[in-house]
């Protein structure tokens, strides 16, 4: 249900992706139990810290 509704914003927007929002959660603990998560932020200059990430739901 998720991707599908993501997909149904990013159709409804005209755009390629959606903002996922984690800037509210508390950063040392999402950096402990997300560590890859974290290290592939970093690579693309983000950090959910301080950045909203984009998304996109993905072809499995």
Not at 27 to 55: C, K
């Amino acid at each position: 249900m998720v991707p599908r509704a993501i997909q149904g914003q990013i159709a409804s927007d005209r755009a390629d992706h959606v903002w996922l929002d984690l800037r509210h959660l508390d950063g040392r603990s999402m950096h402990r139990r997300f560590p890859t998560m974290d290290r592939e932020l970093a690579a693309r200059g983000l950090d959910h810290v301080t950045d909203l990430i984009p998304i996109a739901p993905a072809a499995h």
